[in-house]
């Protein structure tokens, strides 16, 4: 399966990370940090609909994508019209990096979620000291254990955490947990298929006082009317506004549908 080659690849990379910068040299820099973002959370819980844009060169399921526009003016267009940013930082299946959360940041004082596969507790101290709000935590690539001790780190470190589900079973993992921010991927990891039903399946469980996130394969008007019947509080959006030579209008027209 993918998920596992992706997670075996992340330790090798996570090895040259740790090479690179020791664990103790990031803590101290993680420290180091002033938070220049706005809250991920609060950017996400507002009344209205809220918008996370992505920034994603490639993926296993997309292969490589071509953007008509450079990174400097995405960040114009998604500064004037979404509520937060999501960043791949993930370098061998979606040719992501953090230096280009490093840029992004130099451009926004938006939110931004840091988009990998955490395994390894110096990937939230690095995600703290690129200076990101978020972090993303895969329920699939977790157990309970891992899931609870990560989600403890981020909290203390000062960073919100996108839980990231795909069934019913992962969904009771993260209620279990009271996770606070529960993003439906409505992609299956295990073979690309994208079912938007996902969303409205996995919606019922979900109590009012959380935070709900549609993920994956919203591309139409229709998907987005279909997804707000389902009560999301955001949706996050790659490819349709990678792919899109104006995301901010794309933005501006979904939040008013
Ligand atoms: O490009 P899309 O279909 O709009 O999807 C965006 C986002 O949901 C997707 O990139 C994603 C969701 N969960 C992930 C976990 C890892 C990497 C990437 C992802």
């Given at each position: 399966m993918i998920l596992d080659q992706i997670v075996e690849d992340k330790k090798i990379r996570l090895k040259e990370h740790k090479n690179?910068?020791?664990?103790?040299?990031?803590?101290?820099?993680?420290?180091?940090?002033?938070?220049?973002?706005?809250?991920?959370?609060?950017?996400?819980?507002?009344?209205?609909?809220?918008?996370?844009g992505e920034f994603k060169q490639a993926s296993p399921s997309l292969g490589k994508i071509t953007s008509k526009i450079n990174l400097t003016e995405r960040m114009e267009e998604y500064n004037a019209s979404v509520d937060a940013i999501s960043c791949l930082?993930?370098?061998?299946?979606?040719?992501?990096?953090?230096?280009?959360?490093?840029?992004?940041?130099?451009?926004?004082?938006?939110?931004?979620?840091?988009?990998?596969?955490?395994?390894?507790?110096y990937q939230?101290?690095?995600?703290?000291?690129?200076?990101?709000?978020?972090?993303?935590?895969?329920?699939a690539i977790l157990d309970d254990v891992m899931l609870k001790d990560f989600y403890q780190l981020s909290t203390e470190l000062g960073l919100d955490a996108l839980v990231e589900v795909h069934d019913e079973r992962e969904m009771e993992r993260a209620l279990k947990a009271?996770?606070?921010?529960?993003?439906?991927?409505?992609?299956?990891?295990?073979?690309?298929?994208?079912?938007?039903?996902?969303?409205?399946?996995l919606s019922a469980m979900v109590p009012g006082d959380k935070v709900f996130v549609a993920e994956s394969g919203i591309v139409t008007d229709e998907d987005v009317l279909f997804?707000?019947?389902?009560?999301?509080?955001?949706?996050?959006?790659?490819?349709?506004?990678?792919?899109?030579?104006?995301?901010?209008?794309?933005?501006?027209r979904w939040k008013k549908l």
């Amino acid at each position: 399966m993918i998920l596992d080659q992706i997670v075996e690849d992340k330790k090798i990379r996570l090895k040259e990370h740790k090479n690179k910068t020791s664990p103790d040299e990031i803590r101290r820099m993680a420290e180091e940090q002033v938070k220049i973002g706005s809250s991920f959370y609060d950017a996400l819980k507002k009344d209205q609909i809220s918008i996370i844009g992505e920034f994603k060169q490639a993926s296993p399921s997309l292969g490589k994508i071509t953007s008509k526009i450079n990174l400097t003016e995405r960040m114009e267009e998604y500064n004037a019209s979404v509520d937060a940013i999501s960043c791949l930082t993930e370098e061998d299946h979606f040719l992501g990096n953090i230096d280009y959360l490093r840029t992004i940041r130099k451009q926004t004082k938006l939110p931004i979620l840091r988009k990998d596969f955490m395994i390894d507790e110096y990937q939230f101290y690095e995600a703290k000291a690129i200076q990101a709000d978020a972090i993303l935590l895969i329920a699939a690539i977790l157990d309970d254990v891992m899931l609870k001790d990560f989600y403890q780190l981020s909290t203390e470190l000062g960073l919100d955490a996108l839980v990231e589900v795909h069934d019913e079973r992962e969904m009771e993992r993260a209620l279990k947990a009271d996770i606070k921010i529960i993003g439906v991927n409505n992609r299956d990891l295990r073979d690309f298929t994208i079912r938007l039903d996902t969303t409205k399946r996995l919606s019922a469980m979900v109590p009012g006082d959380k935070v709900f996130v549609a993920e994956s394969g919203i591309v139409t008007d229709e998907d987005v009317l279909f997804l707000k019947e389902c009560h999301v509080d955001a949706f996050l959006i790659g490819r349709a506004f990678m792919e899109a030579e104006h995301p901010k209008e794309l933005a501006e027209r979904w939040k008013k549908l």
